[in-house]
């Protein structure tokens, strides 16, 4: 399963865990990824995975 949105394509960023001692262990920061239902053109209805910040975008514009 792909941590990945299905309309922009955001996908997990790398970066470090940076202790009080300054030591850095690699983390990764996934995406706020939710289920939604969308109605295709032929009346048909699907799940996909969005970006939470992609609803609001979405929401905003519409």
Do not use: Q, W, Y
């Not at 009080?20 to 939604?36: G, M, Y």
């Amino acid at each position: 399963m792909a941590k990945r949105c299905a309309i922009t394509g955001k996908g997990p960023m790398v970066g470090n865990n940076v202790s009080h001692a300054h030591n850095k262990t690699k983390r990764r920061f996934l995406p706020n990824l939710r289920t939604v239902r969308v109605t295709l053109e032929d009346g048909t209805t699907r799940k996909i995975k969005v970006a939470a910040s992609t609803l609001r975008t979405m929401k905003k514009n519409a």
